[in-house]
């Protein structure tokens, strides 16, 4: 297969009084990269594995501290694509799922649950995760790493892309005080190419599709400290693995593939105290795999491909 050419932008959104999305882009000077995970800690910006422009999985990782340029640091202890990334309250990133090389370069579902420290640069092993799952979100709530949906596909040969065996719609979540796992309520729609924001302890499930392979524009919440699912209205547009985030109270979902797979520039933004979707007339360049994250109204877009 021959993959499209991938970006080396870093994106930063924040939106005005007035709504309009203030668009910040910085050039990353390495290692363009797309299907990449990233998250933010209130001081750093992590982004890490990904494709390379060949589809080649990366171990790459980089770093940026605001008001700096991004800066190499240690790499994943294995290449890692189609992954999830989030923070602990201590500052920590975890990266889980995914897609990895096995021992004979063929790729496999990733099963180790890591943390990378940025005050010491080092990755460590903290789990298993019990169910393989590529194209997931992970998001920590109360000290509590909740895995959601995703798929169990994969391909013996590198560098080829990844077809979706089943949709998965089991919630996982770990404990990281006793680093038990156990079950949620499982996911409503078994979805894969999911994407995902946090507000007041709830998880927004967004942009995905499922076995029948339509691109749905549904949105699921997850209720951590309920155990429970609700529904809100869908999206104006189907799309897959939109880059979604708060930004004062509201969710913004940002691009993503449409349903012909294409790039789609489209920003939707949707408000929980009205129930209703309104759309951003502007927005950033759209791109394909896009890392992404949020964190006090800010959202961080990163690479991509055309």
């Not at 998250?39 to 700096?68: I, P, Y």
């Not at 919630?171 to 924001?197: C, F, N, Y």
Request: one cysteine or more.
């Amino acid at each position: 297969m021959k993959f499209r050419k991938a970006t080396e932008e870093l994106c930063h959104i924040q939106a005005s009084d007035k709504g309009l999305l203030e668009i910040q882009t910085t050039k990353i000077p390495f290692d363009r990269r797309f299907e990449l995970a990233a998250a933010h800690n209130g001081e750093v910006l992590l982004a890490c594995g990904g494709r390379d422009q060949r589809g080649f999985l990366s171990a790459v990782s980089f770093v940026q501290t605001k008001g700096k340029e991004p800066k190499l640091v240690s790499p994943l202890p294995f290449p890692r694509a189609r992954h999830a990334a989030t923070t602990t309250a201590d500052g920590r990133f975890i990266v889980v799922g995914g897609v990895t090389e096995d021992t004979d370069g063929s790729l496999v579902l990733a099963r180790e649950v890591l943390t990378y420290d940025p005050r010491t640069d080092h990755w460590k092993e903290i789990a298993k995760l019990p169910l393989r799952t590529a194209q997931l979100v992970a998001e920590q709530v109360d000290g509590k790493l909740v895995v959601i949906g995703g798929d169990t596909g994969t391909t013996t040969e590198p560098g080829r892309p990844i077809a979706p065996a089943r949709c998965r719609a089991e919630v996982q979540i770990l404990d990281l005080s006793t680093g038990k796992w156990h079950r949620g309520m499982p996911k409503p729609t078994p979805e894969t190419g999911v994407t995902s924001a946090v507000l007041d302890g709830e998880i927004f499930v967004c942009s995905s599709y499922p076995d029948d392979g339509e691109v749905r524009a549904q949105v699921e919440v997850y209720n951590v400290k309920a155990n429970s699912w609700r529904r809100i209205p869908d999206m104006p547009t189907p799309r897959t693995g939109v880059a979604c985030g708060f930004i004062k109270g509201k969710l913004y979902c940002i691009n993503g593939q449409g349903v012909d797979l294409n790039p789609v520039s489209v920003v939707e933004v949707y408000d929980p105290s009205t129930d209703k979707w309104d759309t951003v007339s502007q927005g950033p360049a759209s791109y394909i795999g896009q890392g992404y994250a949020n964190f006090e109204n800010r959202i961080f877009l990163v690479g991509g491909k055309e």
